[in-house]
């Protein structure tokens, strides 16, 4: 354990998020989703320590950056106060619908967007920027006013995100419904009926099962084909193994998203030249992480060997979904846990058997019947059948009464769905419905990216996958079924072979019980920095040890490597979205601690 000097108090912290209540309560009384309640989710994940405020408050010199969240209503003395404070160097971000700003953010809020792409101009605060325009679900055009710099632009050109300054200060304006967006790029819109196929014919996925990719919002547009691969052909046919490769969601799009929030939080800081601190999502010096997870279909013994054997081969703990009804051998249940996977459920509603159907009963019965079968009560991961939903969050109910800590369903079941159909690579905990006012539920989602590669997906979009999930530092999940590791020869070759790969570019593998654990741990943090003439103090608050974390620091000026003086912490400089930052290498101790960072 690194040594961390004498705690000192965490000082409050500089970002703000306004989220009004009497906004939230009158969309919710409309029938209405508050998709503003989930920006406390987006600024948790990403380790930003921040202030929920009910309204824009009346003293704002104790705050940096202030987010106006949710759509309100201003008085005149609120606007003069931000006035005053942006002459002062506040950067204000608006990603709401606030008339009385228009002037400050030299804005006209004109004619509503229900969808459309968006692209980011070349401006300096993107230190990443996507290769293809993101999608944007919801919002308004915005008119800039003389003075205001467009940053990024709907697809006929309109503003979607526009910059002003005003004073010393700045204020970033979205026309883009960025919360909506966000949430409904990774967790779809309600699955009623069968989703509309790719019109190549690369993604049936009109085939009468109610499944993840019938809600899918992405637009089959948003693909495009794996590097140095050949179009496709006119008469492309779905079969296996694929005949060619076909195009990929390659762009995580609403991690993208949530990261232009980011980026312009920093640049708010690089402007006043302030230091940050934020806790990075993985270990430290860890870039990203990969999972891989297994589906017992069909619960014959043979195919459960030689799954055993390339995940020995392969040198990796995975998340093995265990699927009702029937089963393995005992024998072979203890095998898997003596060789350190995960014992996990495969929710079955396929209708193939007693219990195998959508609902509430059925799911408990599965759940008790794994944790059976397996001898182990800590069942906390689950994987759907075929990747089967219906509804949009009702099933995370269910996975909070019986104790499943994170899902991993949400991923492609075709070929022409392969890569990010969801936009993410990250964990999250979803926003419920209006039936639970939009809370977060208590289960993580992990995407699923590929089934089976050079079976269900072609070995193309392996690297794909792996760049993107790399691009944001999230999680690259990759499915194996064991009779397609037992019988198809290039499907069993993939397997380690992507294991070292993922570890050639510094990534993990951690089974979905891991990454629960370390997300729900991670959320208990709070990092913040204060300078002074000697260097930096680094302060934090953990509600439970954490070791190898990855205090991500911005400090401008530090033009020479700057260094920990206390024992057994390290600095080093890190590549994080884009930008150069250091990074903090501590094991944190629970309650509080500091570290000192000499210039």
């Known amino acids: 354990m690194s040594r961390p000097q004498s705690p000192v108090q965490v000082p409050a912290p500089r970002l703000g998020v306004v989220i009004d209540e009497q906004a939230t309560r009158a969309a919710h009384a409309a029938g209405d989703d508050a998709w503003w309640l989930y920006a406390t989710e987006v600024l948790g994940h990403a380790g930003l320590d921040h202030r929920r405020l009910g309204s824009v408050p009346a003293e704002l010199a104790d705050l940096d950056v202030l987010i106006i969240a949710s759509p309100q209503r201003l008085a005149a003395e ?4 931000l006035d005053g404070w942006l002459t002062a160097g506040g950067t204000l971000i608006i990603t709401a619908v606030v ?76 026309g883009v419904d960025l919360w909506r967006t966000i949430v409904t790029i990774q967790q779809g819109y309600p699955v009623a009926g069968d989703g509309k196929p790719a019109p190549d014919g690369t993604a049936p996925i009109d085939d009468g099962i109610l499944k993840c990719e019938d809600g899918m919002a992405l637009d089959y547009a948003d693909r495009v084909l794996p590097p140095g691969e050949p179009e496709l052909a006119a008469d492309f046919t779905h079969s296996y ?20 929030l980011l980026q312009q939080i920093w640049a708010a800081h690089d402007h006043r030249r302030q230091a940050s601190a934020w806790l990075h999502y993985w270990p430290a010096g860890v870039p990203a992480i990969a999972h891989m997870s297994h589906d017992a279909d069909g619960n014959v013994e043979e195919d459960g060997l030689a799954a055993l054997e390339a995940f020995a ?38 209708g193939d058997a007693d219990l195998a159907n959508w609902g509430w009963p059925q799911f408990r019965a599965q759940h008790a ?41 949400r ?36 995407p699923l990216h590929t089934q089976d590669l050079a079976w269900a997906g072609h070995l193309a979009c392996r690297d794909v996958i792996l760049d993107g999930a790399e691009a ?63 260097g930096w103090l680094v302060a934090v608050e953990s509600e439970q040890p954490i070791a190898r974390a990855g205090l991500v620091l911005q400090l401008p000026g530090a033009d020479q490597a700057p260094s920990a003086a206390t024992e057994g912490a390290t600095v080093s400089e890190v590549t994080r979205h884009g930008r150069r930052f250091h990074e903090l290498a501590v094991d944190l101790p629970a309650g509080s601690s500091s570290w000192r960072i000499t210039r």
């Open 78 to 81: 609120s606007v003069r106060a």
């Open 99 to 174: 008339p009385e700003l228009d002037g400050l953010a030299g804005v006209a809020v004109g004619p509503a967007r229900i969808e459309d792409t968006v692209t980011l101009a070349d401006d300096p605060t993107w230190t990443t920027r996507p290769e293809l325009p993101l999608r944007g679900i919801g919002g308004r055009v915005l008119a800039s006013a003389e003075g205001a710099e467009v940053l990024a632009g709907w697809s006929d050109g309109a503003a979607a995100v526009v910059r002003k300054r005003h004073g010393d200060g700045t204020v970033i304006s979205y």
């Open 241 to 260: 193994p694929p005949p060619s490769a076909v195009p990929i969601f390659s762009t995580a799009q609403a991690d993208q998203w949530w990261i232009t």
């Open 313 to 350: 081969e392969a040198e990796v703990a995975v998340t093995w979904c265990q699927v009702f009804p029937g089963g393995y051998s005992p024998e072979l249940y203890a095998k898997i846990g003596e060789a350190g996977h995960e014992q996990a459920l495969h929710y079955n509603a396929m």
């Open 369 to 409: 019947w794994a944790q059976a079968v397996t001898g182990t009560d800590a069942i906390v991961s689950n994987k759907n059948h075929y990747t089967r939903w219906e509804g949009w969050t009702e099933f995370y109910t269910w996975c909070e009464r019986v104790g499943i800590k994170i899902d991993e369903s």
């Open 411 to 446: 991923g492609p079941s075709k070929q022409g769905t392969v890569g990010f159909p969801f936009g993410t690579a990250h964990l999250s905990f979803p926003i419920g419905d209006l039936s639970v006012h939009n809370r977060p539920m208590d289960v993580l989602n992990l």
């Open 472 to 534: 944001v530092h999230g999680v690259a999940h990759f499915l194996f079924h064991g009779p397609h590791l037992r019988g198809k020869p290039a499907t069993r070759a993939s397997c380690p072979e992507v294991a070292r790969l993922a570890r050639e570019r510094g990534m993990e593998w951690w089974t979905a019980g891991q990454l629960s654990e370390w997300e729900r741990a991670r959320r208990g943090v709070r990092v913040t920095i204060t300078e002074d003439a000697d």
